[in-house]
């Protein structure tokens, strides 16, 4: 039995006859399919808003109505069409809209749209909502800084020469002055560096606030910085005294006093005992016969510089 109807399949196959049949299944299906886009169809879809001519010094705000529901009749290709991308409705603000208030205002009568954005043979039958209302700021251009959000340790006998920098330092924000005005800096993510003794070169993501009305110039900054080896340095710094009134005279001791710093090995002989300065502030002095001595000048390429000893005394002389 299995093999007769083998053999009967084999020879329908070689005399064309399933073929025929395909093709006979496969015309009818697409005339049913022809026959039902054919036909009217009514429906309601979601159409998206497309906004054009915006006022440059205007920015809508998101939490504005963006979509309209309308209710069409028309025949199935369209609705094809329709299903296949995302349906707009483009609103010129040019001539569509006016304003009131703080919104620009768009309410148009079916027939209005229908005309300007529709073919003849799809028909309007409902529009929800009627009025649209667009919410919008005054765009403010501002820049403000990048502050860099970081943890970095060095590796023993190792720091940072000089500063840390951020290129760009500052960000380019664009958007409703009342969102704008509220910025005053922009946070680098964190940033974890463990370890370091070679110069820094890392890329750092911005922080940005999550509103989607803002415009930012950058969303990166790159950070970088010179790492050195570094010392301890130790001088002898003579103690001036200022502020002492003219009619006093008085003796202190000591005259100088250790000051103990950190400096790169590079710079280590160029730190001279010209480039400190300690004072003593007779007019701090509230009681006692001592003075408290205080580190007013240091070099640039120094850090963590200290003075060893806390109090200086003294003695008045007629």
Known sequence: MIK???????????????????LFLVSAFIILIFNKLSKEYTNTLVFNIEM????????????????????????????????????????????????????????????????????????????????????????????????????????????????????????????????????????????????????????????????????????TSVLKATVEKFTEGKLKIPVHIINTPDSLRIKYFPKEINVSYYVSLKNFNSVTVKDFKVVCDYSKVTKGSTLTPELVKMPEQVKNARINQQLIEFIITK
């Open 52 to 219: 054009e001519h915006v006022p440059q010094e205007h920015v809508i705000l998101n939490d504005s109505t963006n979509f309209l529901a309308i209710t069409l009749k028309t025949h199935g290709f369209k609705w094809l069409n329709y299903y296949m991308s995302t349906p707009k409705v483009k609103i010129d603000f040019a001539k569509d809209v006016y304003r009131k208030d703080s919104a620009y205002v768009w309410h148009k009568s079916i027939k209005y749209l229908a005309n300007t954005q529709f073919e003849s043979h799809v028909e309007l039958l409902n529009i929800l909502p009627d009025t649209l209302y667009f919410k919008y700021g005054v765009n403010l251009v501002k820049k403000v800084p990048v502050k860099l959000k970081s943890e970095v340790s060095f590796s023993l006998g190792y720091d940072v020469a000089g500063d840390y920098k951020l290129q760009p330092d500052s960000v380019t924000v664009i958007g409703p002055d009342v969102l704008v005005s509220k910025l005053k800096f922009i946070e680098t993510k964190p940033v974890t560096l463990i370890d370091v003794k070679t110069d820094i070169t890392k890329n750092l993501e911005l922080d940005l606030p999550n509103m989607a009305d803002l415009k930012f110039s950058s969303k």
């Open 4 to 22: 007769k109807l083998k053999s009967h399949l084999l020879s329908s196959i070689k005399s064309k006859k399933i073929n025929i049949f395909l």
